[in-house]
């Protein structure tokens, strides 16, 4: 059984900083890609970032250039460096692992986590 698991969110000022991570454990083969999305309340999830097994990344325009997005494919785990945060960016942070095997011959499917809360509030 595959298991996504977040940490890192928190309360945190405007212009602070915060590091989401995501570890994805159990029988997995592969990860096409995992990334990050959120949802504030009221509001549908929106993508935030994501990163391939190449190192190719995508990220939303409203958090490019604040935002990081790294992964370590030895660990099945991605991190998510948010610098510059704005109340805005205030949501529940979603771990997601696209096209995720777990085995060879094993369809690919689409994975999420739990949800950590980022709350950027003075």
């Known amino acids: 059984q595959v298991q996504l698991v977040e940490s890192g969110g928190g309360l945190v000022q405007p212009g602070g900083s915060l590091r989401l991570s995501c570890a994805a454990s159990?029988?997995?083969?592969?990860?096409?890609?995992m990334g990050w999305y959120r949802q504030a309340p009221g509001k549908q999830r929106e993508f935030v970032a994501a990163i391939t097994s190449g190192g190719s990344t995508n990220y939303a325009y409203s958090v490019k250039g604040r935002f990081t997005i790294s992964r370590d494919n030895a660990k099945n785990t991605v991190y998510l460096q948010m610098n510059s945060l704005k109340p805005e960016d205030t949501a529940v942070y979603y771990c997601?692992?696209?096209?995720?095997?777990?085995?060879?011959?094993?369809?690919?499917?689409?994975?999420w986590g739990q949800g950590t809360q980022v709350t950027v509030s003075s």
């Open positions: 159990g029988s997995i083969f592969s990860i096409y890609a």
């Open positions: 997601n692992a696209d096209g995720l095997r777990v085995g060879v011959s094993a369809a690919p499917r689409d994975y």
